[in-house]
């Protein structure tokens, strides 16, 4: 192979690893989200929605191919946002806004 082909095998590889860190911050967001609720006492949603959304990005099957993790962020995305809607617009101290940072 020539260095030309190398050169688009390491840019491939280095964006496809800085998609899976996307991916994993995002479920990070995730994990953190649902603890802080569960610990205010607050509604974190349908159980099914979390678990779903983490099993999707850990299992190999896809609507794409695991090199490209849009899918799976968009996965995580949906979850959190199902989550954070779950809790009440007025709550002191812990609504919207506070879990937002």
Request: glycine letters at 6%; zero cysteines.
């Amino acid at each position: 192979m020539d260095s030309t082909t190398w050169t688009v095998i390491a840019v491939v590889a280095v964006l496809a690893a800085a998609v899976l860190g996307v991916a994993l911050a995002v479920l990070l967001r995730l994990v953190r989200t649902r603890r802080d609720l569960r610990r205010a006492g607050l509604p974190t949603g349908p159980r099914w929605v979390f678990w779903g959304a983490v099993l999707y990005l850990v299992l190999p099957t896809d609507l794409l191919p695991d090199p490209v993790y849009l899918d799976d962020i968009g996965v995580l995305l949906l979850a959190l946002r199902s989550m954070r809607a779950a809790v009440p617009a007025r709550e002191p101290g812990l609504g919207r806004d506070a879990l937002s940072d």
